[in-house]
């Protein structure tokens, strides 16, 4: 079934009749100055060295894998694993990878076609909170991990999701937890921590961050609140005029989204 919202529709990118916006949605992330500092942080933080072999989990259309692959090239080797045939497609045919040790694998990470500790270092970026059942999914990827090697992932915590707006404020709270609830895993920030112990990995280091947006076409490009709004419009919850009225004060008023997410780094 066709789904480009985007809190449920990542999880099965190649179902969606319109690949573009998923495409779009990464691209604009990887633009925007907070998603670079704290991706260049995570890249810092797993000590990456020529020989290194690493693998990001959910890598979407490469870009971390390509910035990554530059940092252990050349003797190193980068794998981009994704269940999206689309994403790995536009990775594949992207020149910037023509000179670097690259590869792409097509799995689902819940049962990925390596053999035990074939990976030196693994990274996962805002996937876990689209998979149900994410103690699996760390499991496998630690499985994959070798003795001594670092996994780091980064994800969001919806729980700490607000929209600080001059609009309605039931209209506002509505949207939040429209969004938040759409997440296979709204809390998952919060819950890596006792992921990673479950799977035995030690030196468990936590870094919060928290992201700020303040403006609304960035927000809704981001966020997607005018697409919330017209489910919340079609499940009767608010009205349609009420929502342009709530649009129009979040264009003109004050306006700021807050968000909580974690970097969280551990060893096998
Ligand atoms: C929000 S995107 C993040 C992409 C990339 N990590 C980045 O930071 O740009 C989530 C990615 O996870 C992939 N994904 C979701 N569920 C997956 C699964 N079960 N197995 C493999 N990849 C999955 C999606 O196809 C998508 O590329």
Not at 28 to 53: A, I, M, P
Not at 104 to 114: C, E, I, M, Y
Not at 230 to 252: C, F, H, K, P, Y
Request: charge should be negative; include cysteine.
């Amino acid at each position: 079934m066709a789904d480009d919202y985007l809190a449920t529709g990542f999880r099965n990118v190649d179902d969606s009749d319109d690949f573009e916006t998923f495409s779009r949605c990464l691209t604009l992330l990887d633009s925007l100055e907070y998603y670079r500092e704290y991706k260049k942080r995570t890249y810092r933080l797993l000590e990456l060295r020529d020989g290194e072999r690493i693998l990001d989990a959910g890598c979407g259309l490469g870009n971390d894998l390509y910035r990554m692959a530059e940092l252990i090239a050349p003797r190193g080797e980068a794998v981009g694993v994704d269940a999206s045939r689309r994403f790995l497609d536009a990775a594949r045919t992207d020149p910037r990878f023509s000179s670097l040790p690259v590869r792409f694998v097509q799995a689902n990470l819940r049962k990925l076609p390596f053999a035990d500790e074939t990976f030196t270092r693994i990274r996962i970026d805002r996937v876990l909170q689209h998979i149900p059942l994410p103690e699996e999914v760390v499991a496998e990827l630690t499985r994959v991990l070798s003795s001594g090697g670092i996994f780091l992932t980064y994800d969001n915590d919806w729980s700490d999701f607000h929209i600080h707006s001059d609009g309605d404020s039931s209209v506002t709270k509505s949207i939040e937890k429209h969004w938040t609830d759409s997440f296979a895993n709204p809390s998952i920030g919060t819950e890596l921590p006792k992921l990673f112990q479950m799977c035995n990995l030690g030196e468990i280091r936590i870094d919060p961050l928290q992201s700020v947006i303040e403006d609304f076409p960035t927000a809704d490009a981001v966020y997607n609140i005018t697409a919330t709004l017209t489910q919340l419009i079609r499940n009767g919850t608010i009205e349609e005029s009420v929502a342009r009225d709530w649009i129009d004060t979040a264009r003109t008023g004050i306006f700021r989204v807050t968000l909580n997410s974690y970097i969280v780094t551990g060893r096998k």
